[in-house]
């Protein structure tokens, strides 16, 4: 762990020195069915209360935000960092749809690198937009890997005869893989791209293929100084997976959960008590508002 005082950093929170937080989902603000308890909704909206600025910060979809985003019924627009890190939007009560307010996507070249090699190895590649994500599946054991995935975010992708196609008009702001041992196949595939084509991302059940310089930290340090006039010494961050990485360190405070990998309890400025499954986030924002 940092050797900053995690005592002094936690007081800075009730004296108002901290102006946002900035929540991962899945594994962090999410219960293990990807669902937000009561407890959790209910203290996310004292601190929206008490003024301070929510974001949501994750690998999911921008379309797969909306629910969560419905249910925690904030005063106030709620920006996302989504895909992780190539797209960041604002969800306003007001509108009908999210406003994109930046984005980042993969080269062509990158691209056309990512879908082949996906295609030779027979991963089930989805190719993401903003707005929209498609998939190609050549068989069977690619339509289950793609039904348990679509479970998680709770969102259908599109199906399309080729991803090739799609590229001819868009290069997409990642691609994803469904691939047996993702943190094996991920270290392989980072051998056999170009050198700086993209940054590779392992999850339980997927890779992520990010433009090279993208990531989640990186993408929250722009919303903030860029759209809501927030330094990043001021925004404290909650996370439990390899992608949180940056974002923890870049935050004034990084929390990590106790179910987090250990190589981010290792960044962060303190572990968690608990973990997702024991309302980790909502335990520790009624610790720093009661503070």
């Not at 293990?32 to 929206?48: D, G, N, P, Y």
């Not at 895909?83 to 994109?100: I, R």
């Not at 068989?139 to 793609?146: F, H, K, P, S």
């Not at 974002?247 to 962060?268: I, P, S």
Request: aromatic fraction near 6%.
């Amino acid at each position: 762990m940092k050797a900053a005082d995690a005592a002094a950093r936690t007081s800075r929170f009730a004296r108002g020195r901290f102006r946002a937080v900035a929540l991962d989902l899945d594994g962090t603000t999410l219960n293990e069915v990807h669902a937000l308890s009561e407890r959790t909704l209910k203290a996310i909206q004292r601190v929206e209360a008490a003024g301070v600025q929510v974001i949501l910060a994750t690998g999911r979809p921008l379309r797969s935000l909306q629910p969560y985003v419905a249910q925690l019924t904030l005063q106030r627009p709620v920006p996302t960092v989504c895909f992780n890190g190539t797209c960041a939007a604002l969800f306003d009560p007001k509108e009908a749809a999210p406003q994109v307010l930046l984005s980042r996507g993969l080269t062509r070249s990158a691209a056309e690198s990512i879908i082949q090699m996906c295609d030779d190895r027979g991963w089930c590649a989805s190719y993401c937009l903003p707005n929209s994500t498609s998939v190609c599946l050549t068989t069977e054991l690619q339509a289950e890997w793609l039904q348990k995935f679509e479970e998680i975010e709770d969102l259908r992708q599109e199906r399309v005869e080729s991803l090739w196609e799609l590229l001819e008009y868009e290069p997409p702001l990642k691609i994803v893989a469904l691939a047996e041992e993702p943190f094996t196949q991920a270290a392989k595939a980072r051998a056999m791209l170009p050198p700086g084509a993209a940054h590779v991302v392992a999850a339980e059940m997927h890779i992520e293929f990010l433009p090279a310089d993208v990531n989640k930290g990186d993408t929250l340090l722009r919303l903030c100084n860029d759209h809501l006039g927030i330094r990043m010494d001021e925004v404290i961050a909650f996370g439990d997976n390899y992608n949180d990485m940056e974002m923890l360190t870049l935050a004034g405070e990084g929390v990590a959960m106790k179910n987090a990998k250990d190589e981010l309890k290792e960044a962060a400025n303190r572990v968690s008590e608990w973990s997702n499954d024991e309302d980790a986030v909502a335990r520790e924002l009624e610790r720093l508002l009661e503070e």
